[in-house]
């Protein structure tokens, strides 16, 4: 099993999608944009928000890939935005090994 931070730095996603969530990270606020994609009232610790965010990418992604009509790209956008913003936050929190 990959830790978070390889399933991250593993995604090959279009080069738009991902250029597009890297201008988005800067305005990433949790409490907002978090709780509207997972839906729930409290918010998960950022490991398991980006497990349960990076499931969601992967059905999202599948979507795209098979061209479904329920395709969103602005919500794809949305998710990528908020996996990178939780791995800042997840880096942030992580006690330094010396």
Known sequence: MLDLHTRIATLERPTLLARAARFGVDDY?????????IGRET?????????????IEAEIDTQRRNDAASYRPARHVEVLIAILGEAHLLRATAPQVV
Do not use: K, N
Not at 29 to 37: M, Q, Y
Not at 43 to 55: I, K, T, V
């Open 43 to 55: 918010l998960p610790r950022s490991g398991p928000a980006l497990m349960q965010l990076l499931d």
């Open 29 to 37: 606020r949790r409490e907002v944009h978090l709780r509207r994609i």
